[in-house]
């Protein structure tokens, strides 16, 4: 059995979509499934799920708990977790899952990661500001852009074995879940949770495999907004901070004091930088000066993230 877990919190017209999304692809689904939505707020849904869908709440610790708790719950053999903002079609699903089976059946200790890429009604209106083509510029619209990574996938292959991981659309089986011991509950917000599981698997010899030509949809549109995205860079930041003093030691970050203070001073003008990017910095003929603020307002976030109690 298929067992697809989707931790959620607030966020709930981009939840919507999610659960009307999978829906659809599980009509022509050829397995069985069960499908474990987990309320990660304090706050019950104010949306209505399909009526095979079960809900369980986790309203303490962070996304983390929330996957484990799904986990926890779920009946199948089979895991796929997705985001509560990703969207997934019935080829995806499909073709994932068997993937997933017949990679399974020659490696036994193995992840399966799906490639993603924006909605294209994201990249309609990506191009119309300053920011949007600053996310276009540094490909933070793809699994493939720079912003998460310095390769290109090989798209020849339908698998390539990979040393990335990302948890908003992977399928894992309930043993080597189990095995590794899941997610690591002491970080509370999203971000590096990710690399700290990436490296148990690692540890554990766990193999992790990506679909290039396979992909889901990254529905983030409610995070197309420069300051909301500064504030989820924050909070990235500070469980980088929390995986460096659980032993990571490759992602420690330091600074000069020259570069503390120019952070700092930053930060200290961090709202009329962004209102002024936000009102002012429209054209494209001055984009080049644009990014370069918010490259400083990105720097300076990730420094107070990083350092903050």
């Not at 050829?30 to 939505?37: A, S, T």
Request: charge should be neutral.
């Amino acid at each position: 059995m298929l067992s697809v877990i989707i931790p959620t919190k607030q966020r709930e017209d981009i939840f919507y979509d999610t659960v009307i999304a999978l829906d659809r692809a599980l009509q022509s689904f050829d397995y069985d499934y069960e499908v474990i939505i987990v309320n990660n707020d304090n706050k019950a849904l104010s949306i209505a799920l399909p009526s095979d869908f079960k809900l369980i709440n986790c309203n303490t610790g962070g996304v983390a708990a929330a996957r484990n708790m799904g986990a926890k719950y779920a009946n199948g053999d089979i895991l796929l977790f997705l985001d509560n903002d990703i969207l997934i079609s019935a080829e995806s699903l499909q073709k994932g899952y068997n993937y997933f089976i017949n990679l399974s059946n020659i490696n036994d200790k193995m992840v399966l990661n799906f490639n993603w890429v924006y909605p294209q009604n994201i990249y309609d209106t990506l191009t119309q500001n300053s920011f949007g083509r600053y996310l276009l510029y540094y490909g933070f619209d793809k699994y493939e852009g720079k912003a998460w990574t310095d390769t290109t996938f090989d798209k020849n292959n339908e698998y390539i074995k990979t040393n990335m991981f990302i948890s908003l659309a992977f399928f894992i089986k309930q043993s080597i879940f189990s095995q590794i011991g899941g997610y690591n509950e002491n970080f509370k917000f999203a971000g590096y949770e990710d690399n700290d599981f990436k490296e148990k698997l690692i540890k554990n010899n766990i193999e992790i495999y990506l679909l290039p030509n396979i992909y889901v949809y990254h529905n983030e549109k409610d995070y197309l907004d420069l300051k909301k995205f500064l504030e989820r860079k924050y909070r990235s930041a500070y469980t980088r901070k929390q995986a460096v003093d659980l032993g990571d030691d490759n992602l420690l970050l330091q600074h000069s004091i020259f570069k503390k203070f120019i952070l700092t001073i930053i930060w200290s003008f961090r709202n009329f930088f962004i209102s002024f990017v936000n009102n002012f910095f429209k054209s494209k003929k001055i984009d080049f000066i644009t990014f370069k603020v918010i490259d400083a307002l990105l720097a300076a976030y990730i420094y107070k993230g990083y350092n903050s109690k």
